[in-house]
């Protein structure tokens, strides 16, 4: 208790000696001191090390002020919804609906994509890889009618009059003055604060480190995933879902529909213009698969049971459905193996790193 109340003055002390940061007359920053920290990520010997961007380096202050953009409602048009209204951290930062829901209640098109390891990532965002980068991914959520159904010039006004925002973008961009926050810096800080979202201390990736061991039927279940065991049958997961980040990040028709057909959403086709790419969709990562549910870009699958089960039965042949969707002939106890096998890519760590929680929370 001593100790407590010798560092809660110390602390008091502390702050009363820090020079108040406070906004100049019209905006002017330029008396806060700008000091960016260069922030290092803990990353995995696993991972090929993440390329960094020389036009948007991580600093702490880039970082801090992303998530706190990330999870501020000041973002949408009622500042009822954020990022992290879609996109929860209990869920490996997915959304628990079939589709999401954004300002109004309005209902989004497609289910939201969990994000993790998107720093690993360098292109083709989205279920049909419609952005480039994270930075330009970041300014579309707020534009989307669906989503935060604002317009950036209403952002960006709200920014600059904050009391405490433009200190904010000073620390993390060294801007002059509050009228220089606009909707890229945004989008910077926004991506920084992801390409922290790594995640990779699941129990398989104890299990690779040598820390920990796969049950029986864990075992079992990975030998299915990779096509490992001559006796078992071969699951054909790992085409696609693959490496450490447990996807190839490319674009398959996985055999949900019969793609000859017409479609409700096309998918990459929309993008590339090629009607070859009708109906494939991004491979995503199968980490925290466990948490993710709904499944697939329309969240039409509730459970993994019916994920293995669509598999299993070859999908929906059609022109351009990947070679390695066909009947897989598991029985029971193969899927239930393979189920157990997904489990341990659950990351409990990640859910709860207080990094990448919300700011705002006491
Ligand atoms: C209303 C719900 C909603 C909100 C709000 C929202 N998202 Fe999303 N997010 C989605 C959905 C749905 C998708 C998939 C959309 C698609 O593929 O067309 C998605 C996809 C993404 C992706 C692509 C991931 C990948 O692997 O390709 C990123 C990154 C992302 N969101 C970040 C954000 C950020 C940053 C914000 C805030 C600026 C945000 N989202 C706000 C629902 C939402
Ligand atoms: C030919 C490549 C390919 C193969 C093989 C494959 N997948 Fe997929 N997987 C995908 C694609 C592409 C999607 C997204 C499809 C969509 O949403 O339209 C997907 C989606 C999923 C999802 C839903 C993920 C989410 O976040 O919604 C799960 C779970 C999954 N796959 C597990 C598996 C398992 C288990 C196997 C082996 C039995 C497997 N996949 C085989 C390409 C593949």
Redesign the pocket.
């Known amino acids: 208790m001593r100790i407590f109340v010798g560092i809660l003055i110390v602390s008091i002390f502390w702050f009363a000696c820090q020079p108040q940061a406070s906004v100049g007359p019209n905006g002017d920053l330029s008396a806060i001191p700008y000091k960016p920290i260069p922030l290092e990520l803990n990353e995995p010997g696993r991972f090929v090390k993440m390329q960094v961007f020389e036009d948007n380096p991580l600093t702490e202050a880039g970082v801090d002020l992303g998530r706190m953009l990330f999870y501020d409602p000041i973002l949408s048009r009622d500042s009822t919804r954020s990022c992290s209204s879609c996109h929860l951290q209990a869920f490996g930062f ?1 959304d628990t609906t079939q589709v999401s829901f954004g300002i109004e209640n309005r209902m989004g098109k497609r ?1 939201a ?2 994000l993790t390891n998107l720093g690993y990532h360098y292109t083709q965002f989205f ?1 049909d890889g419609r952005v480039a980068s994270l930075e330009e991914q970041a300014l579309i959520p707020v534009e989307d009618s669906l989503e935060l159904g604002t317009t950036w010039e209403e952002v960006e006004r709200k920014l600059r009059e904050h009391p405490t925002y433009p200190i904010a973008f000073r620390a993390a961009f060294g801007i002059e003055n509050a009228k220089d926050i606009d909707r890229y810096w945004v989008a910077k800080a926004i991506a920084q604060f992801e390409r922290t979202f790594i995640s990779a201390n699941s129990k398989f990736d104890q299990v690779l480190d040598g820390k920990a061991t796969l049950t029986a039927a864990e075992e079992r279940g990975r030998l ?2 990779f096509d490992e065991s001559e006796i078992l049958p071969t ?7 693959v490496g450490p980040l447990l ?2 990040l ?7 529909d019969n793609t000859d057909q017409a479609l409700r ?1 096309v ?1 990459l086709s929309l993008i590339s213009g090629n009607e070859f790419d009708r ?8 980490r925290n ?1 466990a948490l ?10 509730s459970t ?1 049971d019916e ?2 089960e669509q ?2 039965k070859g999908g929906h042949y059609s022109k351009n ?5 066909r009947p ?1 002939g ?1 029985n029971e106890s193969d899927k239930a193996d ?2 157990a096998f ?1 489990h341990t890519l659950t990351d409990t760590s990640y859910l709860e790193r207080q990094d990448l929680s919300n700011p705002f929370l006491p």
């Open positions: 997915s289910n994509i969990a279920w299915i995933f699951g054909e997961c790992a085409h696609c879902h996807t190839t490319t674009f398959f028709n996985n055999g949900l959403d998918g109906g494939k969709f991004k491979t995503p990562s199968l698969i993710t549910a709904p499944y697939m870009h329309d969240g039409r699958f993994l994920v293995i598999y299993n459905e990947s070679p390695n969707i897989l598991l393979l189920i997904l």
